[in-house]
């Protein structure tokens, strides 16, 4: 069955404090994963597609890495306004193109 | 650019009664996703168009759930009768194809009394 598990469950950072978040998955093959961060009372914000092992995008603070089996989304110097949930999402190789959500990481970072 | 767009935002209704959640996707993307998001349950599909014809429902509770995309810019997700169980945070999402990334909307937070 496929799956996307996400650890730690929660975080809390100091300011400046860099850190990772993984996201590790099995499916019968990977078309692709999605990391998404989302505010409270608000929908996903898309942050980066990666498709294929070794593949590694950056956005500001954030960057997103991915291998085989997991993918890894590290906040350096993190920010108070950087706290959010982070959500992964992955689409299998096979079947219909739907997504397969973890269950989150809850960011906090303290100023 | 107008993103996904999605209304009412809020819902409170009754156990019983039918409740309509509407969107409409970013202008050109092809396929429209319906999500229900709970503590519980996190982030589930329910279903997704792509050119406006259902892919996969798979994510559908059971017969009270039905969704509709008459025409590239709009989709209906129905709930008929609702129950409480049903009460959760849904939300639409659009993207330019089937393997791109989705953009989700505001969501509708609806509360079945």
């Known amino acids: 069955e496929d799956q996307v598990t996400q650890s730690p469950e929660a975080l809390r950072l100091q300011e400046g404090e860099s850190s990772s978040l993984n996201c590790s998955y099995t499916v019968s093959g990977l078309r692709g994963l999605f990391w998404y961060r989302q505010d409270p009372g608000k929908g996903p914000e898309f942050l980066f597609t990666?498709?294929?092992a070794g593949e590694e995008k950056e956005k500001e603070r954030l960057k997103a890495t991915l291998t085989k089996k997991e993918s890894f989304l590290h906040i350096t110097a993190p920010k108070p306004e950087d706290s959010a949930t982070y959500l992964c999402?992955?689409?299998?190789?096979?079947?219909?193109?739907?997504?397969?959500f973890g269950t989150g990481t809850r960011l906090k970072v303290l100023a | 650019d107008a993103g996904v767009i999605q209304s009412p935002r809020h819902e409170v209704t009754e156990m019983g009664q039918e409740v309509t959640l509407r969107c409409k996707p970013i202008s050109g993307h092809n396929s429209l996703f319906w999500y229900r998001q709970t503590m519980m349950r996190g982030l589930e599909l329910l279903i997704y168009f792509n050119n406006n014809v259902p892919i996969d429902d798979s994510g559908m509770p059971e017969d009270r759930f039905s969704a509709k995309m008459p025409n590239a810019s709009f989709s209906t997700l129905k709930i008929q009768p609702s129950e409480p169980r049903d009460s959760a945070v849904y939300f639409c999402a659009s993207s330019l194809a089937q393997d791109r990334a989705a953009f989700f909307g505001p969501g509708t937070r609806l509360t079945v009394l």
């Open positions: 999402a992955v689409q299998a190789g096979s079947g219909t193109y739907k997504y397969i």
């Open positions: 990666l498709y294929s």
